[in-house]
């Protein structure tokens, strides 16, 4: 149980840190901050939950899968940018 929780807090700041980040580098308001924060916790546990059904070992720490959960992250922070940038787009038509 104590590797399940000390993963989980790694989990939690590891995907807050890629969502700050994330908006520290390409900006944007400041409400975007909060979606990044939020996309990037569902990526990272989609990520890791993927890795452990298809049992990637790559970068395991504890109990935690950290490639693929890093990748889901990632991807879901890419995917949201696009989004957000895709609404705007369509706001200004």
Excluded: C
Aim: proline share 1%; net charge negative.
């Amino acid at each position: 149980m104590v590797g399940t929780a000390s993963a989980l807090v790694l989990g939690f700041l590891l995907a807050s840190a890629y969502g700050a980040g994330f908006h520290l580098l390409l900006g944007g308001p400041a409400r975007h901050i909060l979606l990044y924060v939020l996309t990037a916790w569902l990526g990272f546990a989609i990520g890791h939950f993927l890795g452990d059904l298809l049992n990637i070992e790559l970068l395991k720490l504890g109990a935690l899968h950290l490639l693929s959960a890093s990748i889901g992250s990632w991807l879901a922070l890419i995917t949201s940018r696009w989004l957000v940038a895709y609404e705007a787009q369509r706001e200004e038509q």
